[in-house]
């Protein structure tokens, strides 16, 4: 069983600038695709960014350029930069972890972008 323990999150006014962080409990972080997804009201859960253990990442288009997602296979954590932030990012975030078909999620911390 795998626990993933996030960190971050917040109220940013538009244009800021917010970190998540996403531990990983399990012992061979680096073959899962590590990602965060989100989820805003009434609305389902969108992707926003996934990183395989030695891969590139990959990145939802309406974050793109403003996003930054990595990972530290030794510290067995994966972070999400976000920059310039607009008001659509308003959701919980999501971290996920997922190899051979099995899924595993974090709790979700809020993000707010309000003036």
């Known amino acids: 069983q795998v626990q993933l323990v996030e960190s971050g999150g917040g109220l940013v006014q538009p244009g800021g600038s917010l970190r998540l962080s996403c531990a990983h409990s399990?012992?061979?972080?680096?073959?899962?695709?590590m990602g965060w997804y989100r989820q805003a009201p009434g609305k389902q859960r969108e992707l926003v960014a996934t990183?395989?253990?030695?891969?590139?990442?990959n990145y939802a288009d309406s974050v793109k350029g403003r996003f930054t997602l990595a990972r530290d296979n030794a510290k067995k954590t994966v972070s999400l930069q976000m920059n310039s932030l607009k008001l659509a990012a308003t959701a919980v975030y999501s971290c996920?972890?997922?190899?051979?078909?099995?899924?595993?999620w974090g709790q979700g911390p809020q993000v707010t972008v309000s003036s």
């Open positions: 990183l395989p253990g030695g891969g590139r990442a």
């Open positions: 399990g012992s061979i972080f680096n073959l899962y695709v």
């Open positions: 996920s972890a997922k190899d051979a078909g099995v899924e595993y």
